[in-house]
């Protein structure tokens, strides 16, 4: 009871705070980063001070889980706090796409706006490229950034052997326009424009910080690096023994030292949250244009943990412990709850899936993953895997993988095969890389998860039963007036 009371007071005082206390949160947001891709995380043959000061200043998280190892998938469980199953986006949405970010979720950023926060994006969207879907319907005060993936443009990888003036390339992909609110900027980015992108979104970023400084403020950095097709300012290039890669990761760590930096110089520094992870794994098959999941098993495009579980490292002068590692399940979708708890705003009233991680983030005694279970869907709504904080079921499906082979050179990938596992379970705790299956050895656990298992099947559905799921909510559509990028 005592700590009931003390949780309710806390509450009433974050709530009543006036505007100047209420802290201010800064989410980083790689794209494609594997688990080792940074210093933090065991990276090699490049450096990346800044976050490695962010990790020595703050904590660690080693197994923080993302919804679904693609990109809109992704975006859309960390913004709203939910399964991306629940809110209806699944995959990667293209430049066409009819559907979007529903109107009918809450993001971050419209949570923030009820306590009167400036907020702003500054990179990649991918949540619908129409205007209708884009990051000013959905809470924010400005955008600057791509509508979706950098390489869904006229000079994808797969047009290599195409002429640039073959018109196959523009069936497939319109110009890639650049965005500046709801208006494009640049209907045709080129190469030497992408070169420029990591600079732009920090410049944008540390200024939007300069601006904001006496008012709080939400700020969400989705960098279109470190996704194919691979581009770095002329700062960086040729700096890392790793090649291109190397030199896009040590970018991306100047980022976070100029954002880290901004917070400094404006004296905000112990009053900002900052959060630094990756919408999902590597793409394993760009080869040497990928990063490295080491020592997880697979990548992006997978459920296995090479694929969903992301380095991620958070910061907060004062509040969170300095120099600690969480070893405890938590989430992307964990971060709206959480942020709704530090600044006293009300949760949507439809059902989320995050849960307040504040007691692991703060570092108290014995604090564990407010997550029983968590669930792990790909594809078109496959419930491929269920895990607690230990043990991980994955369910009978097909995947793809490079079995063993090296990736492509250059920006040009290889081939993948198609793998498929069994019913199998993994004792993360002792097998992180999933390379051990204990099944016989624990029928009770297997019988548990299965019972965790059939509940997300009626609530998510799962199409490998031909289930529909009820509690799923159907994504933003295009309606006719409607007003269309493409």
Known sequence: MRSLLIALLAVSIVSSLPAETLPNVVVIFIDDMGYADIGP???ESYSTPHLDLMAKEGMKFTDFQVSSAVCSASRAALLTGCYHRRVGISGALGPKSPIGLSAVEMTIAELCKQKGYATACFGKWHLGSHEKFLPL???FDEYLGLPYSNDMWPYHSRFANLPLDDPKRRMAYPDLPL???????DDNVTAEDQ???TTKYTERAVDFINRNK???FFLYVPHSMVH???YVSDKFK????????GDVVMEVDWSVGQILGALKTNGIDEKTLVIFTSDNGPWLNYGDHAGSAKPLREGKGTMFEGGCRVPTVMRWPGRIPAGKSCKELASTIDILPTVAKLIGANLPGHKIDGKDFRPLMFGEQDAQSPHEVFYHYYGGGQLQAVRDRRWKLHFPHSYRTLDGRKGGTGGQPVSYSEGKI???LFDLESDASESMNVIERHPEIVERLEKYAEAARDDLGDSLSKRPGKGIRPPGRLEPGDKRTF
């Open 238 to 245: 040729g700096k890392s023994e790793r090649g291109l890669f």
């Open 228 to 230: 194919v097709p691979l």
């Open 41 to 43: 995380f065991g990276a």
């Open 195 to 197: 070169e420029q992108l």
């Open 422 to 424: 069994g019913k199998e």
């Open 137 to 139: 319907q959905h809470g």
């Open 214 to 216: 006496n008012n709080p």
């Open 179 to 185: 965005f500046d609110g709801n208006r494009i900027i």
